[in-house]
């Protein structure tokens, strides 16, 4: 049975949001949440994980569909490697930090002492918001706490997208990415691009695009396609010689 080994999954897990940011590459912030169905569909057929990413929206205020990820990867008995996420700092919650630390020991037994993941807290950035200074402190505190977010802002380093692109901000035009990186062993094949998992279930090939542009990226969506039969469909697409026996088994023509 073919299964995936990925490198980079991104979850959307929400396009809401508690800031309006002039910078933001998303655009207008829309009331979608992902879905357990789409959860469950996207982490079918993996085995393992090198980074797990939460994205938005604001993550943090989908909770429960951050905690349900971790839940179905360890009941599925995928090798989880390391996580990150980046929130706006407007919400702590001492029970998601828990899961949180929870998994970061795991990351770190299984690392050999290493972890290449955190959460980081986007302020002092010149876009966003004022935030409670307890919850950065509470934040900074802990162990894989992220500093990489925490600093101003230059134009030339902001992507034109979305609200920035409407606002006349940012200098980085970003071309759509629609080419696959893999490679394959035995029955296993290994995703060596970023594999994004949108609100929505569409499937992309990057994460850094607005709403309405990310449309014109989706390789697939998981509500309708299993995610393993997306992928093998994009590597014939990009590599006609090879071939799909049947629906388990991948060789060379």
């Known amino acids: 049975m073919m299964k995936l080994n990925l490198d980079n ?43 797990l990413s939460f994205t938005g929206g604001e993550p943090t205020l989908n909770i429960p569909a951050m905690k349900y990820i971790f839940k179905q990867i360890h009941k599925q008995n995928i090798e989880l490697q390391s996580f990150w996420l980046a929130t706006n700092g407007k919400v702590y919650n001492q029970s998601f930090m828990n899961v949180l630390f929870e998994e970061y020991v795991k990351c770190v037994d299984l690392n050999g002492g290493e972890f290449y993941g955190g959460i ?3 302020h002092n950035d010149g876009f966003h918001e004022g935030i409670l200074k307890e919850n950065l402190i509470k934040y900074q505190c802990v162990k894989f706490y992220d500093d990489s977010k925490a600093h101003k802002l230059k134009n ?70 299993p995610l393993i039969e997306i992928i093998k469909a ?15 088994v991948l060789v060379e023509a």
């Open 120 to 122: 980081a807290v986007s």
């Open 9 to 51: 999954l991104l979850f959307e897990v929400t396009r809401k949001c508690n800031m309006e940011c002039l910078h933001c590459l998303r655009g207008k912030a829309q009331d979608v949440n992902i879905s357990r169905k789409i959860i469950n569909r996207a982490l079918k057929d993996v085995t393992q994980i090198s980074s």
């Open 156 to 225: 030339e380093s902001i992507i034109s997208d979305g609200n920035a692109r409407i606002n006349s901000l940012g200098e980085r035009k970003l071309k759509i990415e629609k080419h696959l990186d893999y490679e394959i062993y035995d029955n296993e094949i290994r995703i060596e691009s970023e594999l994004y998992i949108n609100a929505l279930g569409d499937v992309l090939l990057m994460c850094d695009l607005s709403y309405a542009r990310q449309k014109r990226a989706v390789i697939g969506n998981v509500l309708k396609t």
């Open 234 to 248: 994009q590597i014939k697409n990009q590599d006609p010689e090879i071939t799909f026996q049947d629906l388990n």
